[in-house]
């Protein structure tokens, strides 16, 4: 369903396949809220029953995002990053403090970019409430992070950034992505700490991994699945 909200783009995208509705984690909801000037999808997850649920990558606009917070009724259990650029980071202190809720994430490589956020704005040329950050929890390769019994396995893929993580949900064939791998693109890699050769690797050894039938939201744009940039992303050919 579509709502606009704010003049900016705001939409529920529940994840509906028959396999899905079969498991007792069909019930992972998503909404996207595009924030910042570089046109984020900060991305809200949460449970239909609960409403328990996490915001990803709140790079500013917090106003937009908390009033998409409560169209939702969704409760708040914490703030996931999957890495230290201003359009995913900026707004996290601001929202941590507004919630009370942790910062988990991204992978701790990305230190100079949380810490340098005020200085990413300066160097956007960009004003307003840009915040450096201080996540409560790291996370590594291997790892879990969940909400409402949802479960997602944690992959460190640096070369867009090096602490970047993604967010992988097996139950509902679900990933997020961060700036890893975009529909028919790949993430930059001209920003301090970008690296291609690091970033072809991450997706290769990691994303591509996963089956076709995986769906997954990145940070910027619409949504894809791993067969249909598998098939056809010109990056990865
Ligand atoms: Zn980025
Ligand atoms: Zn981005």
């Given at each position: ?18 396999t899905v ?27 239909e029953d ?24 969704m409760k ?162």
């Amino acid at each position: 369903m579509g709502v606009p909200y704010f003049g900016a783009p705001f939409f529920v995208w529940p994840i509906t396949t028959a396999t899905v509705e079969d498991t007792p984690l069909a019930n992972l909801q998503i909404a996207i809220v595009q924030v910042t000037a570089f046109q984020q999808n900060c991305t809200l997850m949460w449970d239909e029953d609960t409403k328990e649920g996490v915001v990803v990558d709140p790079g500013g606009d917090i106003d937009q995002i908390q009033a998409a917070i409560l169209e939702t009724g969704m409760k708040v259990t914490a703030i996931w990053l999957t890495h230290g650029h201003i359009d995913h980071a900026a707004g996290a202190m601001d929202l941590k403090e507004a919630l009370d809720v942790e910062i988990i994430g991204p992978h701790k490589d990305d230190v100079p970019l949380l810490s340098g956020l005020e200085e990413q704005a300066r160097m956007f040329g960009l004003e307003g409430a840009v915040r450096n950050c201080e996540p409560d929890r790291w996370l590594n390769e291997g790892e879990t992070v969940s909400f409402a019994g949802h479960e997602f396995a944690v992959f460190h893929c640096p070369g867009h950034a090096p602490g970047h993580v993604v967010f992988y949900n097996q139950a509902t064939k679900f990933a997020h992505v961060g700036d890893v791998l975009f529909a028919g693109s790949i993430g930059r890699t001209d920003l301090p700490g970008g690296n291609h050769d690091a970033l072809i690797q991450s997706i290769k050894t990691k994303l591509m991994k996963w089956p076709d039938d995986i769906q997954f939201i990145c940070g910027h744009g619409p949504a894809s699945s791993i067969g249909k940039e598998r098939a056809s992303n010109p990056f990865l050919t």
